[in-house]
């Protein structure tokens, strides 16, 4: 591996180094000395490659706290149906069949009736693209799918079908599927698409390791499903894995993981168990998220998929066993069930057993009473910032003045409580510059966003917290507390370059930035075109 004197750099290294400080050593993919260049390039220039940074910004690299990593790779290899209307989204699925052989799947992703002017597709609408391939598109949420008659009948699902538990198949006036299903009814469907192969799964968690490196993340907590894991175990003897990954463990594999004896934290310095994965609730864009009072000018209240006591009991299972829990919550009651129980645990010792903290995930609407259980009990929120600038428009519809405790991480923040950023990918776009824009500015992406008003502008967070949530605050949650999220001697090198001016410009401007490159491990896995500096 080789060596690297990185000098003449703006060293912000979220760990107390020497004032002066603008060059480090790397050896071995760790960082060994800090000081300033006169200092390391005299002691250790035998056998280095030495680069001048011109004053770029060197930090450590982003992580991304909650993603879907085989989802988000597989996403990049299909139709991509996010469109502001159904006719759009209707051509580009009508595009790519004219070189799709007969018989084969159209998989596509990112969907939104919400913003679309006529609402939901139907089965209908599908059907007149083709009679000869399945088509199944999910949700831009994750939580409902829309499917043509042939994958319907593929599935073995019809108008006699009975809706799964916590789940529907949306059916019109006369009973008939209109082709949406919701929550586990998607699983109806999904379970007649064939799998991928573990090449294909390996291929596209590649495809997703390269786009992440862009980005400059270097590190990820995935939640997608156990053969993920297996998947990334062959890469990492191949040598090719270059993301730091805690895995989740799925809900169906708990029992096999207990037999196996997997403990969160166990594994390596790439590859580490992270925490059981739970769904309390369901989202926001499909009403079921589970809601303390209805949605506006609605009885519905959402679906709570896990009370408090069966939460408990989970975690009694998990906690005792060293695995801890990261709990699925959106809906202001599904955080109220969550956070009691996970109180419950507490008070029972039980959270101290595994090596991680508990988690809830997403956390987009809570009551502000109970935002100090966070804190009390030593529970991290996972948030995504770029959800709210997603939602807002939802959120206003759907839950009008509680707005005003959705998307609450300055709230979460100053209650004391460990607050990590990610992405949800492929549900959202993975860029951490984005989700900065989102966490600060609380406005659309876009050049126009200087002119509307920041949404609920209390819960905006400076740029120092917002960086802090997608750099240290992660690494410490997902067990590499010793070895990244800081510059510091003894620690690995992953790092990022951003622009000179990154910390001077216009917050607006954030979201159009890129990393100059990101390093990981030591090496440098990515370089943007327009660099001038060589690092190769």
């Known amino acids: 591996m080789p060596k690297y004197i990185l000098t003449n750099a703006n060293i912000h290294a979220f760990s107390p180094i020497h004032p002066q400080a603008d060059s480090i050593f790397i050896e071995d993919g760790v960082i060994k000395a800090i000081g300033t260049s006169d200092e390391i390039v005299s002691k250790f220039d035998t056998g280095a490659k030495v680069q001048d940074l011109d004053q770029s910004i060197l930090i450590p690299s982003f992580t991304d706290a909650h993603i879907h990593l085989l989802s988000y790779g597989l996403s990049l290899l299909r139709v991509n149906v996010e469109t502001l209307s159904k006719q759009d989204c209707l051509d580009r699925i009508a595009s790519h069949l004219k070189n799709t052989a007969p018989g084969k799947w159209i998989i596509g992703h990112g969907w939104d009736q919400n913003i679309w002017p006529k609402g939901y597709g139907s089965k209908k609408d599908l059907d007149e693209l083709s009679d000869h391939h399945p088509i199944y598109l999910t949700h831009k949420s994750l939580h409902s799918g829309w499917a043509n008659s042939i994958a319907f009948e593929i599935a073995g ?32 469907i999904e379970s007649a698409i064939p799998m991928p192969s573990s090449e294909e799964r390996e291929s596209a968690i590649l495809e997703a390791q390269t786009a992440l490196h862009q980005f400059g993340i270097t590190a990820v907590h995935d939640f997608d499903p156990w053969s993920v894991y297996e998947s990334l175990e062959e890469l990492q003897k191949k040598g090719s894995l270059s993301l730091r990954i805690t895995k989740g463990i799925p809900e169906s594999f708990l029992e096999e993981a207990l037999e196996k004896g997997f403990k969160s934290g166990d594994g390596n310095d790439w590859l580490k168990i992270g925490w059981l994965k739970l769904f309390a ?14 949605y506006e000018n609605s009885q519905s209240t959402g679906m709570l998929f896990l009370s408090q006591k069966e939460i408990e009991a989970y975690g009694e299972k998990a906690l005792t066993n060293g695995i801890a829990l990261a709990v699925h919550a959106i809906g202001d009651r599904a955080n109220r069930e969550t956070l009691l129980a996970i109180s419950q645990l507490n008070e029972r010792g039980l959270l101290k057993i595994p090596v991680l903290n508990s988690r809830v995930e997403h956390v987009q609407l809570i009551n502000n009473e109970d935002i100090h259980l966070f804190s009390a009990h030593d529970v991290v929120a996972s948030m995504q910032p770029i959800h709210s600038i997603s939602d807002m428009e939802m959120a206003n519809t759907f839950w009008g003045k509680r707005c005003g405790d959705s998307y609450a991480w300055k709230s979460i923040l100053k209650s004391g409580a460990k607050l990590i950023f990610g992405s949800d990918a492929p549900v959202e776009n993975p860029n951490p510059l984005m989700g900065l824009h989102a966490a600060i500015l609380r406005k659309k992406l876009g050049e126009n966003s200087r002119q509307n008003p920041p949404w609920i502008p209390e819960q905006c967070l400076d740029l120092q917290n917002s960086l802090k949530a997608y750099i240290t605050t992660p ?32 917050h607006y401007d954030i979201e159009f930035m890129l990393p100059l490159a990101s390093m990981s491990g030591g090496k440098w896995v990515y370089k943007n075109d327009n660099m001038d500096i060589d690092i190769y």
């Open 475 to 506: 690494s410490i949650v997902g067990g590499f507390e010793n070895l990244t999220g800081k510059i510091k001697t003894g620690y690995a090198a992953d790092l990022i370059l951003l622009p000179k001016d990154f910390f001077l410009t216009d």
């Open 281 to 294: 609730d369901g989202a926001l864009g499909t009403q079921t998220a589970a809601m303390l009072t209805p």
């Open 157 to 188: 699902v019809n108008s006699d079908s009975p809706d799964p538990e916590w789940g529907m198949i949306q059916r019109d006036a006369s009973g008939e599927s209109t082709g949406i299903v919701l929550e586990s009814a998607m699983k109806m």
